[in-house]
Each structure stands twice: as structure tokens, then as C-alpha cells.
Nanobody
């Protein structure tokens, strides 16, 4: 059974930074394309970043330059570093494996990021 466990969120002031982690189990992590998503209050979940098994990355336009996705295959973990946090980054952040651009597994509980102005 696949489990995705996100962590690292918190309450931070605007301009601060966070690094989120997502630990995956029950899947062949190293061959999976992985992605980060977020869901702000009252909004639909949106994609923000993805990374291939080889380390190639893509980002949503709204986060380019501030978000960095990375992975540690030995630890089956994907990371999302967020710099220069803005109040509009407030959301629950989720990770998932991707088939192309389609999330594969049931969503985990996510990790809450709250940015105060």
C-alpha cells in the first residue's frame, strides 16, 4: 500500500522560507516522476512543481524562481524549498507520484503552510 507523508509546514512571516518533505513508501520511488501540489482555502488543488526520476524539473509560472523541488531516491523523499514566502502561498501542500502529469495515488494529509503578512 502506497503512503505519502508530507511534513515541514508551519506558520511563517512573509519573506521567510520553508522546506517541505514528502516521504513515500510502498512504491518504486526512484522510477517515479514526483510532483508537489497545493490547495488554498476555497480553491481547487493546483500543481506547483514536478521532478523526473533523472532530476529534471518543471514549475508553475506563479512559483518560478522561489520554489525548488528536489529528491533523495535513497530515502524515497521529495522536497520542496520555498523562498520569499508570500501570503498567497498559504495552502495545504501535497505530493504525489505522477503518470505524465496525472497524480497516481490517493492523496496524503498534506502539510499546512500559513504565511502571515
Amino acid at each position: 500500500q502506497v503512503q505519502l507523508v508530507e511534513s515541514g509546514g508551519g506558520l511563517v512571516q512573509a519573506g521567510g522560507s520553508l522546506t517541505l518533505s514528502c516521504a513515500a513508501s510502498g512504491t518504486a520511488f526512484s522510477i517515479n516522476r514526483m510532483g508537489w501540489y497545493r490547495q488554498a482555502p476555497g480553491k481547487q488543488r493546483e500543481w506547483v512543481a514536478r521532478i523526473t526520476s533523472g532530476g529534471s524539473t518543471n514549475y508553475a509560472e506563479s512559483v518560478k524562481g522561489r520554489f525548488t523541488i528536489s529528491r533523495d531516491n535513497a530515502k524515497s523523499t521529495v522536497f520542496l524549498q520555498i523562498l520569499s514566502l508570500k501570503p498567497e502561498d498559504t495552502a495545504v501542500y501535497y505530493c504525489n507520484a505522477l503518470n505524465g502529469v496525472i497524480p497516481v495515488y490517493p492523496w496524503g494529509r498534506g502539510t499546512q503552510v500559513t504565511v502571515s503578512s
